[in-house]
Structures are given as structure tokens and as C-alpha cells.
């Protein structure tokens, strides 16, 4: 009986381990046959190398139908730039520029990634890729002193644009030191085709002195902690995406743009002066919004907006919270040539002077001044009467109707130590704006006047005619033709803050 049992005991205990081993084989079979979602397989071919481009261009789009792995070098290098006109900063970048250079892949790909950190560089960098799945996204296998090279390896596993940034101690002035990107992981499928693609990100700067105080500005700390930017950019630079730099495009053609937001701080209100955003891809994702005026983009975070330019002109791009573009820097161009359209939009088809309530019972003298400029009979009374009527409607919100401006705010044209110093410069005031420090009856001004272009010339001369001769002003006349003479010539270079 002994026996019998221990044969029983053997055949029971070798059944378990036949059962056993066929279970483990089938969890490792179904583990091996079970793929991760965006894991299309083992890399294919040949190894590619990443074309990496500065801003705002972007790589060509991928066209492959298979995973590939591909090589992405990525340096980081210290180095002193423009930030405005005049005003240079101590940017660190990955690849030289602000943002960094921008990566496209497809998903699926096997990235290697290798972080090259200058010799000449003074502080050890990491990066963060948020495209990346695994600790710090990559920031914990990339630390990198200067004169080193790390790298790391990572399945791009989810389509969608991405921010990359520096995550170093302290992250936040890394950041705000211009170390942020973009990457793209693009679907299998790829991007629908579009006639331009363009890389444009936005960051807040932090630096000792006011904004466009000039020379080398070093980096704030206090500043950044209190959310207080000098500055507001697209791509690094004041300017940097206007002028000879801005974007183009051509009627008809559609543009997508893959908008950034490196912070470290603010969330950007991203709007096109003129356009409407036929598609938004909000917060780098796969969801699209139609009809889009203004999309918000967090810091860290990223969208890819879409639309066709549909008539010729300058669209304006800008953070729509909107002293930061026009006080800041946050503002670039998209310069969009071709026929115009007449039915889309017409362009300013009347200029007329309106005054509202308050100064209709004046508007026969605005009548009877052009009238007797017309005839050649015009006299500084027919002036004064007309600079009083256009005066009212357009001047005193800001300077008051009696002429005493604002303390401290709107500088006074009564009795003024400025204007009676030299009274022809206030054409150039008028037409062109006033940016800058003034002092006028010995107080400092530094407020903004906004060029009044919707004036025509007789009603420039008119207005200031009519302060010439009010409150305790020195008296004289301005005509059309010295109005026409100085709308003619350059804007002067800056305020004159003397008298």
C-alpha cells in the first residue's frame, strides 16, 4: 500500500507540473503576444537620424508606414543673445536657439535619445519629455554635466505634440532661461497635407532691468517667484517673427502652426488678429475644436491650430492678454500675399469725422472750416472753432476738456512748458504717437499716446490750432500743409524727454 501511494503521490505531483508549466506558457505567450497601445512592433530598417530644425521651422513630415528607430542629438548650449533690440540675455538652449530645436517622429518609433551638454557650458541640464512615458520623462536618465553626453531610450507610445523642457534644480529658472521645446509624434496615418508648417512658442522672461532697459540683463529670481515677467515672447526675442522674420503665406493656402507654451509661469490666451482658427488641436491632443477665435494654452502645454489665409495682409499673432503683447513683446506676423477679395472683406471704405452727442451742435464749424479751406479763405477763428468741435470728440477723454490732463497720467496741454518750447513737434506727436519719458511743467510723464492716423490733415491742423491758441498757450497756427509736410517724413526715433 506504501508503494501504491507513492506512485500515486508522483503521478499527482508531475500532473501539477505539467498543468503549472502549460499555464506559464500561456501567460507568457499571451505577454509576448500582447502589444502596449501605440506599440506597433520592433523597429524597421535601417536606424534614421532626426532632422532637427530651429524655429519656426518644423521637419518634414515622417511618410513611413512602419516603426523605425530613430537617433535624436540634441545639444545644449549657454550662449548670450538678443532678447530685444539693444537688450542681451544669458539664454540656455537646447540646440542654440529658444525654443529648441523642434523633433518629429511617428508613433510607434523607438527613440534613442542622446544629450550632449557644451564644454563651455557652466551648469549640468537634464530634459523632460512629455511625450515620453517613464520616470521624469526622461529627465531622470539625462542629467548631463558640462563636456558629457547622456542617453536613454523610449517608445513614443501616444501621438500628439509635446512640450520638452530642462528639469534641473532650480526647474523653474532652467525654464525661464529658454530651455523648453517642442516634439511631435505624429499617428501612423500622419498629419492631413497643408501648404505651410510653422513652430512658434511662447515663454515669459525674467530680468533685472524694466522691459527694454538696455545691455546685459541678468536673470531675476525674485521676479519669476512673483509672476512678474519683463518680457513676453514668441521664440525668444522680441521681434523675433516680424519684419524681414515674419511668417508667409499666400491667399488660399492653409497654414498650421504648432503654438507652444514653455511658462515657466503664464498661460497664453494664443489669438490671430483677423483670422479664425478653422481647427484647434487643444492641449496637444486628438480632440478637435471647429471655429476656434482664441485657444488657451497652458504652461508646459501645447495646440496645433489650423486655418486658411483667405485675403492679403498682416495678421497679427499675439497673447491676447493683451498688454503682454503690446507691452511685453508677445506679438509676430504672418505676412499673407495675393488678390484681395472684396467679398470677404473690403478695407476701410469711409473715413468721416463723428463726434457722437456731445459735440453735435459744433459740427457746423468742422462745416464751415473746410469749407473756407476749400476756398481759400480760411482764417485761425474758422481753426480755433473747428479745433474746438474735433477737439471735443477726439482729444479730451484723455487730456480733459479744459485742457488739464491727468496728474501723473495724461500730461496738460493748458498753459504747457512743452508745447510753448517747441509747438511744431506736436504734429509729429499727433501723427506718429508719443512713447517715452516727457517732462512737462516739471512733472516726468511716461504714459502711452497712440498715433491718431484717423485724422485727416486739415483736422490735425485745426485741433492744434486750437491748443495753440487755448488755456494760456502761446498763440500761432498750424497749417494742412505743415501737416502733410510731417505725415510725410519717418516717425522720430524716440521722445525728446526734455524741453
Same mark, same amino acid.
Not at 324 to 329: E, L, M, P, S, T
Given at each position: 500500500m506504501s508503494r501504491l501511494h507513492t506512485v500515486r503521490s508522483?503521478?499527482?505531483?508531475?500532473?501539477i507540473s505539467v498543468v503549472l508549466g502549460a499555464l506559464l506558457a500561456g501567460t507568457a505567450a499571451r505577454a509576448a503576444s500582447t502589444k502596449l497601445p501605440g506599440d506597433f512592433g520592433p523597429p524597421r530598417g535601417e536606424p534614421i537620424h532626426a532632422v532637427l530644425t530651429s524655429p519656426p521651422l518644423v521637419p518634414p513630415a515622417v511618410h513611413r508606414n512602419y516603426p523605425a528607430k530613430v537617433i535624436v542629438e540634441l545639444e545644449v548650449v549657454e550662449k548670450e543673445m538678443q532678447i530685444s533690440e539693444g537688450v542681451s540675455y544669458t539664454f540656455w538652449t537646447f540646440g542654440g536657439t529658444v525654443p529648441g530645436s523642434f523633433i518629429r517622429v511617428r508613433q510607434g518609433d523607438t527613440v534613442e535619445f542622446h544629450l550632449k551638454n557644451h564644454p563651455s557650458s557652466k551648469m549640468p541640464h537634464n530634459i523632460d519629455l512629455h511625450g515620453v512615458t517613464g520616470p521624469g520623462g526622461?529627465?531622470?536618465?539625462?542629467?548631463?554635466?558640462?563636456?558629457?553626453?547622456?542617453?536613454?531610450?523610449?517608445?513614443?507610445? /501616444?501621438?500628439?505634440? #509635446?512640450? #520638452?523642457?530642462?528639469?534641473?534644480?532650480?526647474?523653474?529658472?532652467?525654464?525661464? /532661461?529658454?530651455?523648453?521645446g517642442l516634439i511631435l509624434v505624429?499617428?501612423?496615418?500622419?498629419?492631413?497635407k497643408v501648404d505651410h508648417e510653422y513652430y512658434v512658442m511662447q515663454g515669459d522672461f525674467y530680468t533685472a532691468g524694466k522691459y527694454r532697459e538696455k545691455g546685459l540683463q541678468p536673470f531675476d529670481m525674485e521676479k519669476a517667484i512673483d509672476e512678474r515677467p519683463s518680457y513676453v515672447l514668441f521664440n525668444g526675442a522680441e521681434g523675433a517673427l516680424t519684419g524681414d522674420k515674419a511668417l508667409h503665406a499666400k491667399v488660399g493656402e492653409t497654414v498650421r502652426i504648432f503654438v507652444g507654451n514653455g511658462g515657466p509661469n503664464l498661460v497664453s490666451s494664443f489669438h490671430v488678429i483677423g483670422a479664425i482658427f478653422d481647427q484647434v488641436r487643444y492641449e496637444g491632443g486628438t480632440n478637435v475644436q471647429k471655429n476656434v477665435q482664441t485657444t488657451l494654452i497652458p504652461a508646459g502645454g501645447a495646440a496645433v491650430v489650423k486655418f486658411t489665409a483667405r485675403v492679403p495682409g498682416s495678421y497679427v499673432l499675439v497673447d491676447h492678454s493683451i498688454f503682454r503683447a503690446f507691452n511685453k513683446g508677445a506679438m509676430a506676423i504672418l505676412k499673407v500675399d495675393g488678390p484681395e477679395n472684396k467679398l470677404v472683406y473690403s478695407g476701410k471704405e469711409l473715413d468721416s469725422v463723428y463726434l457722437g452727442d456731445r459735440a453735435a451742435p459744433n459740427m457746423s464749424a468742422v462745416t464751415k472750416a473746410t469749407e473756407a479751406s476749400v476756398s481759400g479763405t480760411l482764417t485761425v477763428q474758422d481753426q480755433v472753432q473747428a479745433g474746438r468741435a474735433l477737439f471735443a470728440g477726439t482729444c479730451s477723454v484723455c487730456h480733459q476738456g479744459n485742457g488739464a490732463g491727468?496728474?501723473?497720467?495724461?500730461?496738460?496741454?493748458?498753459?504747457?512748458?512743452?508745447?510753448?518750447?517747441?509747438?511744431?513737434?506736436?504734429? /509729429?506727436?499727433?501723427l506718429h504717437g508719443l512713447n517715452g519719458k516727457i517732462k512737462v511743467n516739471g512733472q516726468e510723464y511716461d504714459s502711452v499716446m497712440p498715433p491718431m492716423t484717423q485724422l485727416n490733415d486739415d483736422e490735425v491742423a485745426n485741433i492744434l490750432t486750437y491748443v495753440l491758441n487755448s488755456w494760456d498757450n502761446p498763440?500761432?497756427?498750424?497749417?494742412?500743409?505743415?501737416?502733410?509736410?510731417?505725415?510725410?517724413?519717418?516717425?522720430?526715433?524716440?521722445a525728446v524727454a526734455e524741453h
Amino acid at each position: 500500500m506504501s508503494r501504491l501511494h507513492t506512485v500515486r503521490s508522483l503521478m499527482r505531483a508531475g500532473l501539477i507540473s505539467v498543468v503549472l508549466g502549460a499555464l506559464l506558457a500561456g501567460t507568457a505567450a499571451r505577454a509576448a503576444s500582447t502589444k502596449l497601445p501605440g506599440d506597433f512592433g520592433p523597429p524597421r530598417g535601417e536606424p534614421i537620424h532626426a532632422v532637427l530644425t530651429s524655429p519656426p521651422l518644423v521637419p518634414p513630415a515622417v511618410h513611413r508606414n512602419y516603426p523605425a528607430k530613430v537617433i535624436v542629438e540634441l545639444e545644449v548650449v549657454e550662449k548670450e543673445m538678443q532678447i530685444s533690440e539693444g537688450v542681451s540675455y544669458t539664454f540656455w538652449t537646447f540646440g542654440g536657439t529658444v525654443p529648441g530645436s523642434f523633433i518629429r517622429v511617428r508613433q510607434g518609433d523607438t527613440v534613442e535619445f542622446h544629450l550632449k551638454n557644451h564644454p563651455s557650458s557652466k551648469m549640468p541640464h537634464n530634459i523632460d519629455l512629455h511625450g515620453v512615458t517613464g520616470p521624469g520623462g526622461g529627465a531622470a536618465s539625462s542629467f548631463t554635466a558640462p563636456g558629457h553626453e547622456s542617453q536613454f531610450t523610449f517608445k513614443a507610445l /501616444n501621438e500628439g505634440i #509635446y512640450v #520638452y523642457h530642462c528639469a534641473t534644480a532650480p526647474v523653474g529658472m532652467h525654464i525661464a /532661461n529658454g530651455m523648453y521645446g517642442l516634439i511631435l509624434v505624429e499617428p501612423p496615418e500622419g498629419l492631413p497635407k497643408v501648404d505651410h508648417e510653422y513652430y512658434v512658442m511662447q515663454g515669459d522672461f525674467y530680468t533685472a532691468g524694466k522691459y527694454r532697459e538696455k545691455g546685459l540683463q541678468p536673470f531675476d529670481m525674485e521676479k519669476a517667484i512673483d509672476e512678474r515677467p519683463s518680457y513676453v515672447l514668441f521664440n525668444g526675442a522680441e521681434g523675433a517673427l516680424t519684419g524681414d522674420k515674419a511668417l508667409h503665406a499666400k491667399v488660399g493656402e492653409t497654414v498650421r502652426i504648432f503654438v507652444g507654451n514653455g511658462g515657466p509661469n503664464l498661460v497664453s490666451s494664443f489669438h490671430v488678429i483677423g483670422a479664425i482658427f478653422d481647427q484647434v488641436r487643444y492641449e496637444g491632443g486628438t480632440n478637435v475644436q471647429k471655429n476656434v477665435q482664441t485657444t488657451l494654452i497652458p504652461a508646459g502645454g501645447a495646440a496645433v491650430v489650423k486655418f486658411t489665409a483667405r485675403v492679403p495682409g498682416s495678421y497679427v499673432l499675439v497673447d491676447h492678454s493683451i498688454f503682454r503683447a503690446f507691452n511685453k513683446g508677445a506679438m509676430a506676423i504672418l505676412k499673407v500675399d495675393g488678390p484681395e477679395n472684396k467679398l470677404v472683406y473690403s478695407g476701410k471704405e469711409l473715413d468721416s469725422v463723428y463726434l457722437g452727442d456731445r459735440a453735435a451742435p459744433n459740427m457746423s464749424a468742422v462745416t464751415k472750416a473746410t469749407e473756407a479751406s476749400v476756398s481759400g479763405t480760411l482764417t485761425v477763428q474758422d481753426q480755433v472753432q473747428a479745433g474746438r468741435a474735433l477737439f471735443a470728440g477726439t482729444c479730451s477723454v484723455c487730456h480733459q476738456g479744459n485742457g488739464a490732463g491727468l496728474p501723473g497720467v495724461f500730461p496738460p496741454l493748458a498753459k504747457s512748458d512743452f508745447l510753448a518750447a517747441d509747438p511744431k513737434r506736436a504734429m /509729429n506727436i499727433v501723427l506718429h504717437g508719443l512713447n517715452g519719458k516727457i517732462k512737462v511743467n516739471g512733472q516726468e510723464y511716461d504714459s502711452v499716446m497712440p498715433p491718431m492716423t484717423q485724422l485727416n490733415d486739415d483736422e490735425v491742423a485745426n485741433i492744434l490750432t486750437y491748443v495753440l491758441n487755448s488755456w494760456d498757450n502761446p498763440g500761432g497756427r498750424v497749417s494742412a500743409d505743415d501737416v502733410k509736410k510731417v505725415r510725410a517724413q519717418p516717425a522720430p526715433a524716440k521722445a525728446v524727454a526734455e524741453h
